[in-house]
């Protein structure tokens, strides 16, 4: 019969592959304590192998002993050559980080689209707020573009940032018309002639 990695016991650092943990595993079962640390200096050099570019790194070597540490559960006995961090709490690890709690209706304009119109709103009326209006409802047609490649109408555009602004900025589409915007053709790699 076959044996199948997902019949094997889950490997704790699988980085490292199947044939590093069952070092460290016949590691563990030596009675000697010098041979069992001329074996992990034999595995550590394994290790060392599998990824040469980083060996210059500063505490690489010392990571490796980590991992060995680590791999073996922290059961392993040796004269270890450096000091092992110490095991991990169980559930231990970062933080988790705040996510916001709502859902925006107007994702697809982005953080910045509000702190313009609070911008927009905080200047008094005159050209310089209507040129800055014009802008900001052209920007917010091209970021609509990004999620609709086929096309955004100016209505749209002009209701969103009507509703954005608690009714505030209201343009009609006789006002203003908004630029029109169309994807750049991408370029293709040409082939070199031999």
């Known amino acids: 019969m076959l044996t199948y990695t997902t019949h094997l016991k889950k490997l704790i650092l699988p980085e490292y592959g199947r044939n590093i943990q069952r070092m460290v595993d016949h590691c563990l079962t030596i009675e000697d304590r010098?041979?069992?640390?001329?074996c992990a200096h034999t595995i550590h050099k394994a290790m060392l192998t599998l990824f040469p570019s980083q060996e210059n790194q500063e505490n690489y070597r010392r990571k490796l002993?980590?991992?060995?540490?680590?791999?073996?559960?922290f059961k392993l006995d040796?004269?270890?050559?450096?000091?092992?961090s110490p095991k991990?709490?169980?559930?231990?690890g970062p933080d988790k980080l705040p996510y916001p709690a709502h859902t925006d209706r107007w994702r697809q304009y982005g953080s910045e689209v509000r702190m313009l119109i609070d911008c927009v709103l905080a200047m008094p009326e005159g050209d310089e707020r209507d040129t800055l209006t014009m802008l900001l409802a052209n920007q917010m047609k091209k970021l609509?573009?990004?999620n609709n490649p086929d096309g955004v109408d100016d209505e749209k555009v002009f209701k969103d940032l009507y509703?954005?602004?608690?009714?505030k900025l209201e343009i009609f589409p006789?006002?203003?018309?908004?630029?029109?915007?169309k994807l750049a053709p991408v370029q293709g790699k040409k082939k070199k002639k031999k």
Not at 34 to 38: M, S, V
Not at 88 to 92: D, I, L, Y
């Open 34 to 38: 010098q041979q069992r640390t001329a």
């Open 65 to 73: 002993w980590d991992h060995l540490a680590l791999m073996s559960e």
């Open 78 to 84: 040796i004269d270890w050559p450096v000091e092992i």
């Open 88 to 92: 991990p709490e169980p559930g231990a």
């Open 144 to 146: 609509c573009l990004e």
């Open 163 to 167: 509703y954005m602004s608690d009714g």
């Open 174 to 181: 006789e006002q203003m018309k908004l630029y029109e915007y």
